[in-house]
């Protein structure tokens, strides 16, 4: 028996022992009410919530305070004020990596990062198809090629066990993301760079205070790049930082991000590097510092409550969620992903599934399209400038060596996505996704034909 009948059977159960008093009349009414709630809202039920899920970002008196201060001293820019550098400090010190250095976002941390060790045209770099298309486009704009290996479908992670024989002569790179802020497989990851000489940047971007064998994730690659972009765990509007332990390549890192200067010439008009400028504002940083104080608190509440309902969603056939790799000692749950089989739900298609959830009020999404399939990947690649470095030959072969079976069921079939800031809510709001989803499973044949 499903938990939407049970309820509705215990109601009935309790209103007729009720009815004997009341006559009947109430009962009736009840039983009504009983029915609309336990029938989808797909179907014209009462959806299982409706006040929503909290609002993200969140802001505070602390917040408007440090915003206040930046405009009133003017010192808007990294060079001119204080906040950026202590936000370097602060979040070197929160995740144990020995510096970090701001920049204005995620893909910044990456582009930085490839361009201090030297990713360049000609060079290849393994990335995973399932990922924020960010991590794709710093290779393409080094003008190296992206090596896509396939998806794990049980992490949602890329598939480290494949990442061996994608490697060539020519690979400069591995771009591990921590899709989801779950991790992935680090100490396959990480040996196989050491095997090859080839340095690892972690894509951490989704992953704050996420943890591989008790060690904060993006403090075990090379660089560990992450975004405190809007929709972020950890959120300044914009802005990224780059985690990095050797003192030379963060000098590069430095250079590359303030347009090319030395890191002890931090003002002058001297450059030693080709550059750009992808510094972090002060408003960003004082914003950041603040939204930090409220980090691990909220990381708590994610975690718990992901717990919780991965096991209620244990107990559900065909919903099948995100598995972690023994090494992963603390997830962030910047989204929680889980695999849903239609068999389980009488053919009821993806979309379907997603548009009665929606209907339930509870907010979810299907997730990314395979990247490797996408229309900006061959536009890019059949240029002029990558057909002259790499031959017409080598892009023809291109397309057909980077099919990535498993990463298309995925996005294409399976995926569901709910948002980090739906796992800030109170813990009845993870008995209600249950709930909605047990009352799409009874009554699954129906809705597909709807
Ligand atoms: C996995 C991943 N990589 C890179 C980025 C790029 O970060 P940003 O949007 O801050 O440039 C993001 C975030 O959007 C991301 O999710």
Redesign the pocket.
């Known amino acids: 028996m499903n938990r939407g009948e049970m309820k509705r059977r215990e109601f009935i159960q309790k209103s007729a022992a009720g009815a004997a008093v009341t006559l009947g009349g109430p009962m009736i009414i009840s039983a009504a009410a009983s029915e609309r709630s336990a029938k989808p809202a797909a179907l014209g039920g009462t959806a299982v919530r409706s006040q929503g899920f909290p609002s993200w970002p969140q802001i505070q008196d602390n917040d408007r305070e440090s915003m206040k201060d930046v405009l009133e001293k003017k010192g808007w820019c990294r060079l001119n004020g204080d906040y950026v550098n202590t936000f370097e400090q602060e979040y070197a010190k929160l995740t144990g990596a020995k510096e970090c250095l701001a920049v204005a ?4 941390a ?1 582009l930085t990062s490839l361009n201090a060790l030297g990713v360049g045209p000609g060079d290849e770099v393994i990335v995973p198809p399932y ?2 298309v ?2 794709i486009n710093v290779v393409l704009l080094q003008h190296a090629l992206p090596i896509y290996v396939d998806t794990d479908r049980e992490t949602f992670q890329i598939d480290a066990q494949k990442i061996e024989a994608r490697i060539t002569d020519k690979t400069k790179c591995i771009i591990p ?1 921590h ?1 989801g802020g779950n991790v992935a497989d680090l100490d396959t990851i990480l040996a196989i760079g050491k095997k090859h000489n080839i340095p690892v940047v972690e ?1 951490a ?2 992953a704050h205070l996420a943890e591989w064998k008790g060690e904060k994730v993006g403090t075990l690659g090379a660089t560990g ?1 992450f ?3 809007v929709t ?1 765990n950890l959120s300044g509007g ?3 930082a780059v985690l990095c332990d050797d003192e030379e390549l963060m000098d590069r890192c430095y250079s590359f991000h303030s347009n090319g200067r030395e890191r002890t010439n931090k003002y002058g008009y001297g450059y030693i590097h080709n550059g750009m400028n992808a510094r972090m504002t002060e408003f960003q940083g004082a914003l950041l510092l603040q939204q930090m104080t409220r980090l691990e608190e909220q990381s708590k509440t994610r975690e718990q409550n992901a717990d919780y309902l991965t096991k209620q969603f244990n107990e559900i056939p065909g919903i099948t969620p995100e598995k972690m790799y023994e090494g992963t000692t603390r997830n962030a749950y910047h989204l929680y992903m889980f695999r849903y089989d239609k068999e389980k739900f009488a053919g009821l298609p993806r979309s379907k599934f997603i548009e009665a959830l929606n209907k339930e009020g509870i907010s979810c999404g299907s997730g990314y399209s395979p990247l490797n399939k996408q229309k900006f990947m061959e536009e890019t690649l059949y240029s002029r400038v990558f057909l002259n470095v790499y031959g017409k030959e080598r892009i023809d072969r291109y397309f057909a060596e980077n099919e990535c079976p498993e990463n298309d069921k995925l996005c294409n079939e399976e995926a569901v996505w709910f948002y980090q800031n739906m796992m800030l809510a109170e813990r009845e709001a993870m008995d209600q996704i249950a709930e909605a989803i047990r009352k799409i499973q009874a009554h699954a044949g129906q809705i597909a034909k709807a």
Do not use: I, M, R, Y
């Open positions: 976002n995620g893909t910044s990456l990922t924020f960010a991590t993301v899709l894509d971007c989704q790049c975004s405190f972009q972020k914009e802005g990224g």
